[in-house]
């Protein structure tokens, strides 16, 4: 999988993906702070978000973590971590 956003993402994936960074800014943001903000989730991501179907797979999360659709993160070296989520933000469970 290319690790350069351009050549991952079609269109829809490029614009999910900025609206993705956003909310990790503020995640940032609030755990800087301790203020919470009510940061909205974020968009999914679909099959079609993506310039191939073989980037969708989490067979493919070599450039960070993935997250599919059963709420488990897979990371580098297919190691999966579950995910909970709570309050609107997304936090490892």
Known sequence: MPCVSALR???SGLRKRARWEQVWELQRSEDRTGEALGIPLPPKFSAQDFRSAAYWSPEAACCGSLMDSAG???LPGGH???VKEATGRLERG
């Open 9 to 11: 993402y079609k269109e």
């Open 72 to 74: 488990t993160t897979w």
């Open 80 to 82: 999966a971590e579950p």
